[in-house]
């Protein structure tokens, strides 16, 4: 097997929200930024961006046979991983799934959401932008919650980082949770 050198890929990826249901960028648009009104850098990550898809598959089996004769798909989970190396309020509150910010002269401040818990969540939308193999490769997670811990450690010899897992939910019948798209 012959390896083509242009379909190996290595490189960061750059990270943008938007409000669930922002209006995409059009799949020719792959190579250009999403338009700032609709879609927020969330800056610099650390230790790269990952997208993970995880599915869960039933056996199906039958007395006469040893080998499984089938599987159906029972459970599938994606999610968008990082950790957000400006540690913004900002991109804390992204990690919170929202809250309260207000800002005045010479300062900034942030308090979470506190709702019951039969409170909807504020879903929003996440934009992947990384390397492929013809060009940018974007991910679009369309209906995205973080589910990992939130914390800012402050220690002497490491930078102080948000880990964000951007869990992806069911959209509805006709639009897809993801949506990957490559340059070629």
């Known amino acids: 097997m012959a390896v083509t050198t242009t379909n190996l890929i290595q490189g960061p990826a750059t990270i943008y929200k938007g409000a669930f249901g922002a209006t995409e960028p059009a799949d020719t648009a792959v190579n250009t930024t999403p338009a700032a009104s609709a879609w927020t850098d969330l800056g610099g990550t650390q230790d790269g961006v990952k997208l993970s898809v995880d599915q869960t598959y039933s056996e199906l089996e039958v007395d006469q046979i040893t080998l499984r004769v089938g599987s159906r798909l029972t459970k599938q989970d994606f999610a968008i991983e990082t950790s957000l190396a400006e540690a913004t309020l900002e991109n804390l509150s992204i990690s919170l799934n929202g809250g309260t910010a207000a800002s ?26 990384g390397y492929g193999p013809g060009g940018t490769r974007r991910i679009i997670g369309r209906r995205m919650l973080n589910t990992e811990s939130s914390e800012l450690a402050y220690t002497k010899d490491k930078q102080t ?20 798209v490559d340059q070629v």
């Open 161 to 180: 980082l948000i880990p964000v897992k951007f869990a992806g939910h069911y959209v509805s019948s006709s639009i897809k949770p993801f949506h990957i």
């Open 104 to 129: 005045g002269a010479g300062y900034k401040s942030y308090d979470p959401d506190v709702s019951s818990s039969a409170t909807q969540p504020n879903y929003f939308a996440i934009i992947m932008d």
